[in-house]
């Protein structure tokens, strides 16, 4: 997937200190859910990706959030190829995300 310019995200500064794990975490997601492909296990897909539309939001990560409901969506109709292109979305995402706080 081609990198395009950064992504604005303005979270609360009270969360500044967790947002760093926070997004190394997605980083490690990514990798799980090639993993789970891997094997074919979709149900590790769909609990990844419910986990991943709950965190989103907590941490103010809209896209996030969306990206995970829709890995949950591929993982229940078994598409490794969405599952896939949202696993490159999510990469790409966290390449270009550029954190304000307020």
């Keep these: 997937m081609p990198q395009e310019g950064k992504v604005a995200v303005r979270v ?13 975490n997605r980083e490690e ?9 891997a094997k074919n ?3 590790a897909v769909w609990n990844l990706g419910h986990n991943l539309k ?3 939001g ?8 969306r ?4 890995i ?3 993982a229940s109709a078994g598409d490794a190829i969405e599952v896939q292109r ?12 550029e954190i304000t706080y307020y």
């Design 86 to 97: 949202l696993a490159d979305e999510l990469a790409n995402f966290l390449s270009r995300v």
């Design 12 to 24: 609360e500064k009270d969360l500044a200190g967790l947002i760093p794990d926070f997004l190394r």
């Design 41 to 43: 296990d979709f149900k």
């Design 58 to 65: 907590s941490y103010g990560f809209a896209a996030i959030t």
């Design 29 to 37: 997601d990514i990798r799980t859910l090639g993993d789970a492909l």
């Design 54 to 56: 709950g965190a989103g």
């Design 72 to 74: 949950e969506k591929a």
């Design 67 to 70: 990206m995970g409901a829709d």
